[in-house]
């Protein structure tokens, strides 16, 4: 008898369990069912539970033909977590895209004390070849003491971001920083890096993650770009709704952005210089409005302000 009271008691257990894990499966699904986006919902591929509105495919990007390279910080401060947590973003943006010669590379290197190669572009050719070559990288093999970003910068622009290392001429190229420490570049070589990196590519992000992360320092790297530079909490946040919401992009004409009601997709004509306001232009979704400072006054052809005498 108390052998199969047991056996009901596990079964029903079992049961239970199943049911909040289907019913909470099917909550990740219906809101996608239920389809509030403009354009694409999409499910997390890093084993998160959110979803969300984007306006392209797997929550990627309109440009779908580039090189990215990630910059990762090994300082001292970093454990084997932290670290881990990086390597794995590197994971989620590669399931964005598809990897190959012909579409999408992947390269990356961590800094701390000396800058140190992951991994080349012409190392990865594929997603499988990402996961290979990343899934066994832990923090000993690169860590050092200091972070110092102008030294992974100018190292990163000479020596990883070249043909030899499978870089591909006239395709864009991303580079994304990420860092959790205040940076001991002084102000010269920080010049030195940037003048270096725009040889590059004007496509620099920086994520700065914790409260030792400056964001005013990070602004130095992307060129003084608040949209380009990211700040975070912690590393449980570099995650694929992250990636998918920051706009990780190569910048293009005509590119859908999620606007603040987090499911619509427009074109910010203001952002993308279309316009042709003279001085103030608020975007809305389909549309765009031109405006005027105090003192000024909105011509007939509403987009040239003029002076109220």
């Keep these: 008898m108390y052998v199969g009271r047991l056996s009901l008691f596990l079964l029903g257990l079992l049961l239970f369990v199943n049911g909040i894990f289907a019913a909470h499966t099917f909550g990740v699904r219906s809101i996608c069912e239920k389809d509030p986006c403009s354009h694409y919902c999409i499910n997390a591929n890093d084993g998160g539970v959110e979803s969300w509105c984007s306006c392209y495919p797997n929550g990627g990007c309109k440009v779908n033909k580039f090189d990215v390279f990630f910059i990762i910080d090994a300082a001292e401060g970093i454990g084997n977590y932290e670290f881990s947590k990086q390597v794995k973003f590197i994971h989620t943006f590669a399931k964005m895209y598809e990897i190959s010669s012909t579409s999408v590379q992947v390269g990356a290197m961590a800094f701390s004390g000396t800058p140190k190669k992951i991994v080349d572009f012409k190392e990865c050719r594929s997603l499988e070849d990402v996961e290979r070559l990343t899934q066994e990288v832990y923090k000993e093999e690169y860590g050092g003491r200091d972070s110092d970003i102008a030294e992974a910068f100018i190292h990163a622009a000479r020596y990883r971001l070249k043909r030899a290392q499978g870089r591909r001429e006239n395709i864009p190229l991303v580079v994304i920083l990420i860092t959790s420490a205040t940076s001991m570049s002084d102000d010269k070589s920080i010049e030195i890096a940037v003048k270096e990196m725009k040889k590059q590519t004007p496509h620099v992000f920086a994520i700065g993650v914790g409260f030792l992360a400056k964001k005013e320092q990070l602004l130095d790297f992307t060129d003084r770009d608040s949209l380009r530079t990211k700040m975070l909490l912690s ?75």
């Design 235 to 309: 590393y449980s946040e570099l995650n694929h709704k992250f990636l998918s919401q920051s706009d990780f992009c190569v910048e293009s004409k005509e590119t859908l952005r999620i606007t603040e009601d987090q499911q619509t997709c427009d074109i910010d004509e203001c952002r993308e210089g279309s316009d042709g306001c003279s001085h103030i232009c608020a975007n809305n979704i389909g549309s765009y409005a031109c405006q005027c400072p105090e003192g000024f006054y909105l011509s007939e052809d509403r987009h040239n302000c003029f002076w109220q005498k």
